[in-house]
């Protein structure tokens, strides 16, 4: 009898006990797969793109030159924005024919003959941009032409209808800040005065960083024209999302163009 | 997993090639969704608009 008894009350317990242990077991399975999961995105994302976005670096830098022999340049007349009252500032500024001071004078545009070379084709590398003060960009990282995925996927992206570098206008270059290279890692390091180097198919332009600021990603007024020859960077904010951009504003201070839009 | 692997159709062979290619079409998937992923949450690329 009580044998019996004690053999009605140890079933129960075995059989809960049999579920505990396969609760566990799942559980425990399901959170080794989880973290490998995990750790395999923060590899692939951290390691294999920079891995892949530097395997394509040595095959740019080639296109880079390739372009600079083969880019078509040529010198255009340039009026400035503010001359004819486009630029949003809503200044007219008298031409080498008028003076300020003589209300009866013509107004004349101003104008300056500038080198432009001819737009690369989307996904081409056309560009090295350098930032002396950044480990990173010490030694340059390749521009290609377009913002897209893929562009961005092998260097730092120009975006299409914003002028070249070192030609006049605000021209925008796009990077990556975590992964595939992450050429613009520590751009958020960069600080008034700091020199920008960007070299083309015209010469190397040097930048002054002028401001750096912080958006959201679909504040496009930092993409639009000004007056003078300017760089705008953007990437990422803050490392490791993509919540905000951090925007680096750099104007030009020497190459090719300088003198014709500053001087 | 080695339930899995007795259940596929076809001798040893059959069944080891059948495995690899599982492995390698869910290995592409896996990357294109860590991609995926990455780009809309980690880093777009840091483009405006």
């Given amino acids: 009898m009580d044998e019996t008894m004690a053999k009605s009350t140890e079933r129960p317990k ?71 009252g486009t630029s949003g500032q809503g200044t007219v500024t008298p031409g080498a024919g008028g003076s300020a001071t003589d209300p009866g004078a013509p107004l004349v545009p101003k104008s300056r003959t500038v080198l432009v070379e001819s737009t690369p084709e989307k996904g081409t590398a056309f560009a090295i941009i350098r930032v002396p003060t950044i480990d990173r960009l010490k030694d340059g990282w390749t521009v290609v032409e377009g913002v897209g995925v893929r562009d961005l996927r092998n260097g730092a992206g120009h975006m299409p209808n914003t002028p070249l570098p070192g030609q006049p206008g605000n021209a925008v270059i796009s990077g990556h800040r975590t992964t595939y290279g992450a050429p613009f890692h520590n751009l958020d390091e960069l600080v008034p005065g700091d020199l920008i180097e960007v070299d083309t198919a015209l010469g190397t332009h040097t930048y002054a960083v002028r401001e750096t600021i912080i958006v959201r990603p679909t504040e496009l007024w930092v993409t639009e024209p000004r007056d003078g020859a300017w760089l705008t960077l953007t990437t990422c904010h803050p490392k490791f999302s993509s919540r905000q951009r951090l925007v680096v504003f750099a104007e030009l201070v020497d190459g090719p163009n300088w003198e014709a839009i500053y001087a | 997993m080695k339930q899995w692997f007795i259940s596929l159709p076809g001798p040893m062979g059959v069944k080891v090639v059948v495995a690899v290619i599982v492995l390698i079409v869910g290995l592409v998937a896996l990357f294109f969704f860590y991609d995926w992923i990455g780009t809309n949450l980690l880093d777009s690329g840091g483009t405006i608009g």
């Fill in chain 1, 14 to 84: 075995s059989r809960s006990t049999a579920v505990v242990t396969r609760v566990v077991r799942i559980v425990g399975w399901m959170s080794i797969v989880i973290g490998v999961l995990i750790l395999g995105f923060v590899a692939q994302q951290l390691f294999v793109t920079t891995w892949f976005a530097q395997q394509n670096q040595a095959a740019l830098v080639e296109e880079v030159e390739s372009h600079f022999t083969q880019a078509e340049i040529t010198e255009v007349e340039y009026v400035f924005p503010s001359s004819i």
